[in-house]
């Protein structure tokens, strides 16, 4: 008896020979999602053999019929346990012949830049980019190394995130994502947030960091806003010698994610009572039972939810204040004037340039202290 080898993925797909689709609800071209890869995870069915009595159905492929169910079993794929005629994957990966055998690759190596070639990159595992990542483009995955540049894109790491280039936000976009450590040699106009460390090796230029434990710059900090529960590093350089308007602030003693959550309703907050004062003069008089008037009513319902939600968040944060007296901010080279830092509720605003010197929480204050690191007697 013939048997038909169906496959639960396309084993005829060429990510060099992609083709845009159209965008969900929009009935427009999606340029920026290709589908560049197949992916798969562990355990999911990948082709299986059927018996079939008709080898002359037209909508069969033939290509495809054996006379003996032998599956071609590669590397990462298995035989199920449950079923001798199916194969299933053995890690996550993405899945494709070779050499005639489904093959699941653990590892995604783009050997080119992100960009409308590819379209945006969503893999299960880790991701090599070998290219840059350009303007508006997005790539997500466990582990990821960019060994080009990120410019106006956002980049999502489940895992560790290390980009070899350095990152440059354009048209107030750019995101780097670690869900454990980030390290980059620049970054300048971007966001930046890590569950982990985060190591810049060169400078950081009016960024919004959220660091859960330490920051580490080692040449310089100007601009931005650094939100970090640990320590925050600048070897030489903090604040903008220049004096100009733009200042640099660093927040600690508060979870980074939950400041994050908190910048993101007070945004909604305004934006929301900006909304309120226009309906309330379209409804003017109107009555609660007319259109604006009901619109009115919503809108005001929702902002008080978000109040709520505020208030509860800065309740969780007064909890988390112990964290504070930990803190530090460590600079061996120099601390320039404009420079503000928070530390719990503390607050103190750098008003002369200051050398060799950390800052931390004493007794309800900042104190500064020099030299910035004591180096214990032996």
């Not at 008896?1 to 797909?13: A, G, K, N, Q, V």
């Not at 190394?145 to 976009?173: D, F, N, P, Y």
């Amino acid at each position: 008896m013939p048997y038909l080898l169906y496959h639960h993925f396309d084993p005829t797909f060429d990510h060099q020979n992609l083709k845009p689709g159209l965008a969900v609800g929009k009935g427009k071209v999606d340029h920026y999602n290709l589908g560049y890869v197949q992916n798969v995870v562990k355990g999911q069915v990948l082709a299986e053999f059927i018996p079939i009595d008709d080898t002359d159905d037209p909508v069969i492929d033939r290509n495809h019929i054996f006379e003996e169910p032998l599956l071609p079993v590669g590397p990462n794929c298995k035989v199920d346990p449950d079923s001798p005629l199916r194969v299933v994957a053995d890690a996550n990966g993405y899945v494709f012949y070779n050499d005639g055998l489904i093959t699941v690759k653990r590892m995604l190596n783009v050997r080119r830049d992100v960009d409308f070639h590819t379209g945006n990159i969503f893999f299960v595992s880790d991701i090599a980019v070998h290219g840059d990542v350009r303007a508006g483009f997005e790539v997500q995955g466990n582990n990821i190394l960019v060994k080009g540049i990120i410019e106006g894109a956002t980049v999502r790491a489940r895992g560790s995130l290390a980009v070899e280039g350095g990152a440059r936000g354009s048209g107030g976009s750019g995101l780097l994502d670690a869900g454990d450590t980030l390290r980059v040699p620049f970054a300048e106009s971007m966001e930046l947030r890590a569950h982990g460390n985060i190591l810049i090796e060169k400078f950081c230029l009016h960024s919004l960091v959220y660091a859960a434990t330490n920051l580490v710059v080692k040449n310089r900090l100007q601009g931005g806003t650094v939100h970090c529960n640990g320590l925050v590093y600048v070897e030489t350089h903090l604040g903008n010698p220049k004096g100009t308007p733009t200042a640099t602030r660093i927040n600690m003693g508060y979870d980074p994610f939950t400041m994050r959550k908190l910048d993101r309703l007070e945004q909604h907050i305004r934006e929301l009572q900006d909304s309120l004062t226009h309906i309330a003069g379209i409804a003017g008089n109107l009555g609660s039972d007319s259109a604006p008037g009901k619109r009115l009513d919503n809108a005001r319902k929702k902002l008080n939810r978000l109040i709520r939600q505020r208030e509860a968040l800065w309740a969780a944060l007064t909890e988390d204040e112990a964290r504070a007296a930990l803190c530090r901010v460590v600079v061996p080279g120099t601390v320039y004037p404009g420079v503000e830092i928070s530390i719990g509720k503390a607050f103190f605003e750098v008003e002369h340039e200051m050398n060799n010197v950390s800052f931390s929480l004493a007794d309800g204050s900042i104190v500064v202290t020099s030299p910035a690191i004591i180096k214990k007697k032996a």
